[in-house]
Structure formats: C-alpha cells, structure tokens
C-alpha cells in the first residue's frame, strides 16, 4: 500500500502519526519522574525505584513476539488505539492502588500496552519513509518524540507529585493523542504478513544496529529514572533535579532533525559513532559540571541530543537493511533488544548508586557507552 502513496499523502501520514507521538511523549515524559518522586518521596531506595522503572522495558521485551501477529490482525490504526486506551486506564489506577506491589504490575501494565503504539509507529515511518529522506522522517519523529518528553518533566515539575491531579493530566494527554489517529484511517501503511524468518535470524543480521539498541536502551532508562534522583544527591531541589531531565530531553529537540538530516547526506554510521562517544564524554564530564548550572544545563542540551541520536540513527539503518516485508519483524526485535538494555538499565544503576554512591550512574553509562564504542569498531559497516 505504501508504493502507491502521492507525496501529499505521505506527508498527511506522517503529520497524523507524529501529533499521536506528540501526546504520547508527554505522557511518558512525564509519568517517568511522577512515579520516581512519588516513590522517592515516600521513602523507597534506589534500588526498587530502578526495579519498578524496569517493568515498563521489561514488559515490552515479553510483549514483543506477540506484536507482529496483532498489528497484522488488527492493522496500524485500530492496534494503536487499543495500546493507547489501555495505557490510559492504567495511568488512572496508580493513586487508585497506592501501594508499591500494586505499582509494579501496573508498570507492566502500561510498558506491555504501551509497545503496542511504539512498535506499530516506528513501523509505520519506515514504509512510507524514502531512502533519500529517512534520516529527516526519524529526526521529525525524534524530535516531536522527544519535545513530549521535555514538556512532560516540566508539567510534572509545575504541578508536583501528590494526589490525583499530575496523574489524571498524564492519562488525558494519553487520551488526546488517539484523536489525530481518526483522521489517519486511509493514510495508514497496511502492516506487513507475518515473517516468514524466526526472530533470532533477524536479530544476527545487524549486529551493530541491536548492540547499538541495547546500549542505547540502558542508558536512555537509567537516565530517565534516576537523573533526578542523581540531582537530589548532589544537593539540588525538587525542580532543579527535574529540570536537569527537562534540559536532557531538550537536546532531543532541538538536535535530532539536523543530526537527521547530516546522516541523510553523510554515512550513517560515521553519525552514529560520534553520537557514540558524544555520550560517552557527557557521563564523564557529568560530576564535574554538577555544581556550575551554566555547565551542568549545557551539558545535559549536548548530552540529551546525542545519546537519543543513537537510537534514532539505528532506526535509519534498520530500514536501510531490511526489506519492507521484514520492516515490522525487525522494527519488534530493534524495540525488544532496546527494552533489554532499558529493564536492565535502571536495575543496574539504581544498585550501583545504593553500593558506591551517586556516581554510580555515571559509571554504569560510561561501562554501557565504551562497551558500544568496541562494538563498533568489530561490527561496523565497510
């Protein structure tokens, strides 16, 4: 179906997607530090706010193989709004079950729900993107992606965290995004048949590209967790912390289309391993700029940028390497792999704060960071 779009109908697709993205990225940017504080604030260490942060990838990872079946069945349209209705139901039962077990499945919850809506749009970009401009199509998705995530934090930061309010905002936001879906029914690429190839096979085929996701997964969720909590320990306030997120995820904004773009008329890869060490340099230079706001704000912007980059650029290459048939197939496994880096990574760097302190965020990202740069250099393409 996607061959036979007109450019003016590729653009509508797009435009229809990307406002649904929108409002999820809201909605998950700002669900993320609610929940870290309201824990925080009742007095759960590290290691447990890390192990529930871990449930949303881990749910994921097992929702994984199911996905292919039901985006086939249900088509693009009608599977995101069923992932989306879910998510927003669950939302509103976090302070209708104020109890940390209850937050645990509930967390599940919205991670195995919310892949639904993930998995189905980055399949979606990648049949009606066009080789010539799929670095730009990932940068849009990026950065629309990531200016949810900015205004998440900062809603979060505005409003506070106690009582019902923050989370009715996060499940109407949830809500909202499903509207532009009503008007994308024609627009829709039709989701691929079932793969005929396990999903192993797919998986050994990029190997540069899934290490890339699962690397990228732990530090994008070790980040997002426990950022905050990183900021609280070196003395700064609620709002200081979270803006410290808020300022990360701007990077993503403002940088993801002309990183994009450069990989549009570049190599890809070349993009990627600078994005790599860009990373791998902001966890290194994290406790040192901690103390200055000028340094520590500047380095977040940078920081955020590149790091999410990473996975933006791996989703260019994955379309440069699969067939439209395999898109959807690969576009699970890319999400799966990245969702094993994610339930590790907040586990890891949440015991690792508990153990040695603050810094062991930092030490967990830049161990994450190096082990891709030495991937790299085996895997990369010639």
Request: with cysteine.
């Amino acid at each position: 179906m996607t061959e036979v779009f007109t450019q003016r109908q590729r653009r509508l697709s797009l435009l229809a997607l990307n406002a649904c993205v929108f409002g999820v990225g809201i909605a998950f940017g700002a669900l993320v530090p609610l929940i870290t504080l309201r824990l925080a604030h009742q007095g759960v260490d590290a290691t447990l706010i890390g192990l529930n942060a871990a449930m949303f990838p881990l749910a994921v990872l097992l929702a994984g193989p199911l996905l292919p079946r039901l985006m086939h069945r249900l088509g693009a349209v009608r599977s995101m709004v069923l992932g989306l209705a879910v998510v927003a139901l669950a939302i509103l039962m976090f302070p209708a079950l104020p109890y940390l077990p209850a937050w645990f499945l509930l967390r599940f919850l919205t991670g195995a729900a919310g892949a639904i809506p993930w998995v189905v749009s980055e399949t979606w970009l990648n049949m009606v993107a066009t080789d010539r401009n799929r670095g730009r199509v990932m940068g849009i998705y990026a950065t629309v992606l990531a200016a949810g995530f900015a205004i998440g934090p900062a809603i979060i930061g505005a409003v506070g965290v106690e009582g019902w309010h923050p989370f009715l905002i996060v499940a109407l936001a949830v809500a909202l995004s499903i509207v532009p879906l009503s008007f994308a029914g024609g627009l829709a690429p039709r989701m691929p048949e079932l793969p005929e190839a396990p999903l192993s096979d797919i998986l050994r085929a990029q190997p540069l590209v899934m290490i890339a996701a699962i690397c990228g997964g732990l530090m994008d969720f070790a980040l997002y967790a426990l950022l905050p909590v990183y900021g609280l320990h070196h003395g700064l306030d609620q709002r200081s912390a979270v803006l410290m997120l808020s300022v990360f995820t701007g990077g993503n904004v403002l940088l993801q289309i002309p990183i994009g773009w450069i990989a549009d008329h570049t190599r890809r890869p070349a993009v990627l391993i600078v994005c790599i060490l860009s990373s791998l340099a902001g966890a290194l230079f994290l406790p040192y700029a901690i103390a200055t706001p000028v340094l520590l704000y500047s380095l977040m912007f940078l920081w955020g940028g590149a790091l999410f980059a990473i996975y933006t650029v791996g989703l260019g290459l994955l379309g440069d390497g699969f067939p439209r048939a395999q898109l959807a197939a690969a576009n699970v496994v890319f999400v799966m792999v990245y969702q094993i880096g994610g339930a590790s990574g907040p586990t890891l760097a949440g015991t690792a704060i508990d153990v040695i302190g603050s810094e062991g965020l930092v030490v967990v990202v830049a161990i994450a960071a190096t082990v891709l740069t030495l991937a790299f250099v085996k895997f990369r393409p010639r």
